[in-house]
């Protein structure tokens, strides 16, 4: 896939928040398995798209910048 895109969804544009959830249960699925690389490309590409994530104990949250 190319760099904007994760898992097949590609993020060009304005990214939908159902886009989004889906994106973070792959992100979640990916650091499960140690995958810190694709969870690290996960981020950063949501980064690229205005998605800032909070993590914490409690799990991840997500906000538009």
Same mark, same amino acid.
């Given at each position: 896939?190319?760099?904007?895109?994760?898992? &097949? $969804?590609?993020?060009?544009? &304005? $990214?939908?928040n159902a886009e989004i959830e889906e994106l973070l249960a792959d992100?979640?699925?990916?650091?499960?398995?140690k995958a810190w690389?694709?969870?690290d490309r996960m981020r950063d590409v949501l980064a690229e798209h205005g998605i800032v994530l909070d993590v914490s104990k409690?799990?991840?949250?997500?906000?538009?910048?």
């Open positions: 896939y190319p760099d904007s895109c994760i898992m &097949g $969804v590609c993020v060009d544009g &304005g $990214v939908s992100r979640a699925q990916a650091r499960l398995y690389a694709e969870s409690g799990g991840t949250a997500w906000r538009r910048s």
